[in-house]
């Protein structure tokens, strides 16, 4: 067994031998987001996906965050240290079945999450991520959307523009279990704190909110509140940053069982393994990554 700051010292040295830079979402485990070079939500991964000098990618999140990022700049290794490490909520819908929905909705534009696989942007107008879901959808000329494949983020969007939105019946198991009684308890124990939930949340839940932000949009806005005090209803990884950055503030997740376990896969043995081997490479066919590729571009087009 290596001690933790042997594997940390191989992995800087390394990173610097073979030009790798170290993206990880908010939700990674904390000593991988303590190892990483940029640490941001969906967006902010693929715009730095884009921005990097570095030839080699170490993604260290789930395999769509790393498909995007080889979709966006396909001359670069985009390499996962847990290739098994996978988003759920991704594989509830498959390219026939949106096929029929498209067939169904003659004229609709299609919107997808960035939490689907690359065969199904491919298939799509244009993607979003809970960061810029609604100026996204509003930014179509089409009045009828379809919005695949998260149905909680969709009735959100709903909310918040004038197109008939079309929603496809996935969620995120993370996400969704989180019941509108787990913010009445926290609320209970915490009564001064503010309240924030990610749009992947029910609505029954985001309507007890203060506010409904993605991860990166939450961290922007403890910086310039002036409570002290807030319920998170999202992945509890967020809480590492939100402690590091606010040490006089205090963060309650809504419940316990807000833990994604796909998100935990990489822990920092299997990031020095990847590096040391130079796998797991990820890649995508060429005519799904051209196309998949479009929807992403134009959604980086929308501003935030
Ligand atoms: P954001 O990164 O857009 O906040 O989404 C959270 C998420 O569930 C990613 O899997
Ligand atoms: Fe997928 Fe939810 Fe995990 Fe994000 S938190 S990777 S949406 S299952």
């Known amino acids: 067994m290596q ?12 990173k610097k031998e073979r030009n790798a830079v170290i993206l990880a979402h908010c939700y990674a485990r904390d000593e991988v987001q ?10 902010g991964l693929s715009q730095e996906a884009v921005d990097q000098d570095a030839e080699v990618i170490v993604f260290c999140g789930v395999s769509f965050m790393a ?7 396909p001359e670069k ?27 169904e909705h003659q004229g609709a534009m299609v919107v997808c999450y960035v939490n689907t696989r ?20 509003n930014s179509l000329d089409s009045g009828k959307v379809i919005f695949v494949p998260d149905k909680n983020l969709a009735a959100y969007v709903a909310k918040h523009t004038d197109k008939t939105i079309i929603p496809w019946n996935g969620y995120c198991p993370t996400h969704n279990q ?42 922007g806005h403890v910086k310039s509140s002036d ?27 809504v419940s316990k069982f807000t833990f994604c376990p796909d998100m935990k896969m990489i822990d920092l043995s ?18 799904i990554q051209v196309r998949a590729k479009r929807a992403l571009d134009r959604m980086l087009e929308v501003k935030r």
Do not use: W
Not at 77 to 103: E, I, N, Q, W, Y
Not at 118 to 137: L, R
């Open 77 to 103: 290794t985009v390499l996962m240290p847990d290739a098994d490490a996978d988003c759920p909520m991704a594989a509830m819908v498959d390219v026939a079945s949106l096929r029929k929905l498209k067939a």
């Open 270 to 287: 299997s990031v020095l393994r990847c590096l040391e081997n130079m796998e797991t490479v990820v890649t995508v066919p060429k005519d």
């Open 34 to 43: 303590d190892i990483a070079d940029f640490v941001g939500d969906s967006l």
């Open 67 to 73: 498909e995007s990022a080889y979709i966006l700049s």
């Open 178 to 219: 989180i019941l509108a009684e787990d913010v009445d308890l926290a609320v209970n124990e915490h009564p001064g704190a503010e309240i924030m939930a990610h749009p992947e949340c029910r609505s029954e839940v985001l309507e007890k909110a203060d506010h409904v932000f993605s991860t990166t949009g939450m961290i």
């Open 118 to 137: 690359a065969d199904i942007k491919a298939e799509c107008d244009i993607c979003c991520t809970s960061a810029n879901a609604v100026e996204v959808v």
């Open 227 to 253: 409570n002290n005090e807030f319920i998170i209803s999202t992945e509890q990884g967020i809480l590492h940053q939100l402690e590091t950055e606010n040490p006089n503030k205090k963060f309650y997740p």
């Open 3 to 14: 001690d933790r700051q042997s594997i940390i010292n191989k992995i800087n040295s390394l």
